[in-house]
Nanobody
Framework: QVQLVESGGGSVQPGGSLRLTCAAS????????MGWYRQAPGKQRELVAR???????NYSDSVKGRFTISRDNAKKTVYLQMNSLKPEDTAVYYC????????????WGQGTQVTVSS
């Protein structure tokens, strides 16, 4: 059974930082493309960062230069380091495994709330 557990969210002021963690089980993690998504109130869920099994990364324009995705295959964990946070980064953040067409493959976890506010 696939399980994706996100953690590390919280409330920060603009300009602050957070590090999100996604622990995966039930998948062959080392060969999986993993992605971080976010969903703000009233908006569709969007892919903000992804990382291949070999460590190649890609970011949405909205987070490029501020967010860094990384992975630890031994721990079956993917991280999202978020710096220079802005109020528009406020959302629930989720992780998932992606297929070749960047479609999320598994049921969503509970997500982790990130709130950026002064």
């Amino acid at each position: 059974q696939v399980q994706l557990v996100e953690s590390g969210g919280g409330s920060v002021q603009p300009g602050g930082s957070l590090r999100l963690t996604c622990a995966a089980s039930g998948i062959i993690f080392s060969v999986s493309v993993m992605g971080w998504y976010r969903q703000a109130p009233g908006k569709q869920r969007e892919l903000v960062a992804r990382i291949t099994s070999g460590g190649n990364t890609n970011y949405s324009d909205s987070v490029k230069g501020r967010f860094t995705i990384s992975r630890d295959n031994a721990k079956k964990t993917v991280y999202l380091q978020m710096n220079s946070l802005k109020p528009e980064d406020t959302a629930v953040y989720y992780c998932n495994k992606l297929d070749a067409k960047l479609v999320p493959l598994h049921p969503w976890g509970q997500g982790t709330q990130v709130t950026v506010s002064s």
